[in-house]
């Protein structure tokens, strides 16, 4: 079968002082540098309510709600922002509103959640309390047609944009499956997409997506045009291995889930290093995978470990909003 996912500081004593001599005040600490502190954390293996089976994608509606993509348990999950299950819709099938595997997920201004399943090569659209409302979709390279969907997001507009995994390309539609537009095809050069993984809207209404394979970042405009890349392979700053997701700050700042390093990192507007966070060992556990990503009104980072089946809420601090 075919889809499988594949510096010490020195330091000196000072000497004696003179009798008499008054002892100077403390210097006063540097403030700390950018980083992340985590707010809340929740999630264990299984398949009752609040736990997980290799979840992925995230997203979060206006009233601050966190949607999850719970993929082996064929499951959208909805929790409060402070990790209380609110309810659970979906089961193992092919039949409409049955799911596979649920990779993604996003909600649009209307509050309809939409869910692009890897296995079905389809898209799903529910109401908030995960009743059916339409799909489209089928396995093919045509437009509208559908190979390994991955990611999805939804603009300010209600334009739908998802990412094909084998197909290379991103796909544009109308809220109702019509298909607007089609860019990417197999490669490395600029604009081209080489297994994209999930992507994300920005403020301006521009397209970022996680070019996995070819360890970077991408920025479209809304028509499909490249604007810039970001990213190489590696393990230093600002290198990925294998990135799987992308979220977007209020002021253009990235934060991007670095799966195959094990961390999440904070990149500025421009492309440029910020700060990180390694994602927690966990007792018994061999490794941990960022997969997905969501950021709500008050710019808190959701962030999903699918390895350990695990969610936390970031919050980033120091050098300004990203």
């Not at 997920?105 to 059916?132: E, H, K, P, S």
Request: with cysteine; hydrophobic share 40%; net charge neutral.
């Amino acid at each position: 079968m075919r889809r499988n996912f594949c510096a010490l500081l020195p330091f000196v004593l000072a000497g004696a002082v003179v009798a008499c001599q008054r002892e100077p005040a403390p210097a006063a600490q540097p403030p700390a540098g950018p980083r992340y502190r985590v707010i809340a954390q929740w999630g264990s293996a299984g398949s009752g309510p609040g736990q997980f089976n290799a979840l992925q994608g995230l997203a979060v509606d206006a009233q601050g709600n966190l949607y999850v993509a719970d993929a082996e348990n064929c499951r959208i999950q909805v929790f409060s922002a402070v990790g209380r299950f609110v309810r659970a819709w979906g089961r193992c099938g092919d039949a409409p509103g049955e799911f596979r595997r649920p990779t993604d997920v996003a909600v649009d201004a209307a509050g309809q959640i939409y869910v692009v399943d890897f296995m079905l090569d389809r898209v799903q659209v529910f109401d908030r309390q995960g009743q059916l409302l339409r799909h489209w979709g089928r396995l093919g390279t045509r437009p509208g047609e559908l190979s390994a969907p991955v990611g999805v997001a939804v603009d300010a507009g209600r334009s739908l944009y998802v990412s094909e995994f084998y197909n290379h390309r991103i796909q544009k539609f109308s809220p109702q499956g019509k298909h607007l537009l089609a860019w990417g095809g197999e490669g490395d050069g600029e604009g081209q997409l080489y297994f994209p993984a999930k992507l994300a809207v920005g403020p301006d209404g521009s397209i970022y997506v996680a070019d996995a394979h070819n360890y970077r970042i991408q920025k479209f405009d809304p028509g499909g045009r490249f604007l810039a890349a970001w990213g190489s392979s590696g393990k230093w700053r600002g290198q990925f291995q294998d990135p799987v997701d992308v979220e977007i700050g209020a002021n253009g700042g990235m934060h991007v889930a670095d799966s195959g390093n094990f961390r999440l990192q904070w990149l500025d507007a421009e492309g440029s290093y910020v700060a990180e966070w390694p994602i927690p060992r966990r007792a018994g556990a061999a490794f941990q995978s960022p997969q997905g990503l969501a950021r709500d009104a008050r710019g808190f980072l959701y962030v999903s470990d699918t390895a350990n089946n695990r969610i936390y809420k970031l919050e980033a601090i120091g050098g300004g909003q990203p």
